[in-house]
DNA sequence: TATCCAAGGTAAGTT
DNA sequence: AACTTACCTTGGATA
């Protein structure tokens, strides 16, 4: 099999990069870490492990499942890939492409915004594919973080195409197909627990062509957001991550119990009685466009412990 | 050791 | 259209 290795400066990226923070702050589930160590609040300087994600063949030029290993140490981003292309997925992926100093220039002054973003420098939405972007927070209602990257694994592991590569074997997240194909029990014993009719429906959808989240691109984005509520277990907060995480809508800030903690705290005057009158007002107090990088932020910020 | 509770919400049933 | 309630499971907190 194909093998591409090489590094970057971290400094050749506009705003830097912390990869550490960008895979470990609950907007992907789709990366896992060599040690395990995912979400380990002990772990302050994890920031040299390995991580890997497997690209579904649907992402692919060659058909397959492509395995992406990359780290960070040194102030350098080192990969080992299956890729031919290794780095252009790295950069789409993790949105290295992203000119972070100009985005957060942009932001507002905001005295929460600005410590998170001093906190974190350096973390980058990501631009998750769509399907498992869409499955992977059809399964957040009320989960933990940790256990929603436990159940993306164990999807994969049960439902994925595995692929060897440098001697270890790898599991990529299920096609449509796959999870439509089984059943709600299974998908239960996996401990998904009420979510597990919602993927299974869901994944029937995207598989026999009834909708599919893409078709949610291009249009406005109150729109895209109604659009992808046709998805069962989707409702406007699972919407608005996939259009943030997956479906490059910036200016989308998903309202989770961490953003609204911090409207409570810290802008009462945004909480406007429903999800999308609040929605367009904190959107607004975050700058706009990029608004939800200032979510992501504050979410990582807020659930590590800043106040 | 047992019990309780909250975790990145949504769907279905009531007013 | 707005408001309640049930829903699976589990790790961590509390008694």
Redesign the pocket.
């Known amino acids: 099999m194909h093998m591409d290795t090489g590094d970057i400066s971290v400094d050749e990226l506009d705003g830097g990069f912390d990869l550490q923070a960008t895979v470990e ?3 992907s589930y789709l990366w896992r870490r060599e040690d395990g160590r995912m979400y380990d609040r002990t772990d302050a300087h994890g920031g040299d492990a390995w991580y890997y994600t497997v690209l579904p063949s649907t992402e692919t030029e060659t058909n397959e499942p492509e395995v992406l290993r990359a780290r960070q140490t040194d102030g350098r981003l080192e990969w080992v890939a299956s890729t031919p292309n290794a780095y252009a997925h790295l950069e789409a992926l993790l949105r290295l492409d992203d000119d972070l100093d100009a985005i957060i220039g942009s932001t507002p002054e905001d005295d929460l915004v600005e410590r998170a973003y001093d906190a974190y420098r350096g973390m980058r939405l990501v631009r998750d594919p769509s399907f498992a972007c869409l499955v992977s927070f ?1 399964c ?6 940790a ?2 990257h436990g159940m993306q694994t164990a999807l994969a592991e049960a439902y994925g195409e595995s692929v060897a590569f440098d001697g270890e074997t790898y599991a990529a997240f299920p096609t449509a197909e796959a999870l439509a194909a089984a059943t709600e029990a299974e998908l ?1 014993d996996i ?5 597990a009719p ?1 993927v299974q429906r869901t994944a029937e959808m995207v598989a026999n062509g009834e909708a599919l989240p893409e078709e949610a691109r291009g249009l406005d984005y109150e729109a895209a957001r109604e659009s992808l ?1 046709r ?9 608005d ?1 996939v259009l943030l995480f997956s479906l490059e809508y910036l200016e989308a800030v ?1 309202l ?4 609204r903690t911090a409207i409570e705290d810290h802008y009462p005057d945004c909480e406007q ?2 999800y999308t009158d609040t929605s367009r007002a904190i959107r607004e107090q975050f700058g706009g466009q990029y608004a939800g990088y200032a ?2 932020y504050v ?1 990582h910020y807020l ?1 590590a412990g800043g106040e």
């Open positions: 702050s609950g907007q059809i957040s209602a009320q989960m933990r973080v256990r929603i239960r401990s998904l627990g009420y979510r919602y509520t998805f069962v277990g989707v409702g406007d907060k699972v919407a991550c998903p989770d119990t961490w953003i009685g429903n979510q992501t979410f659930r």
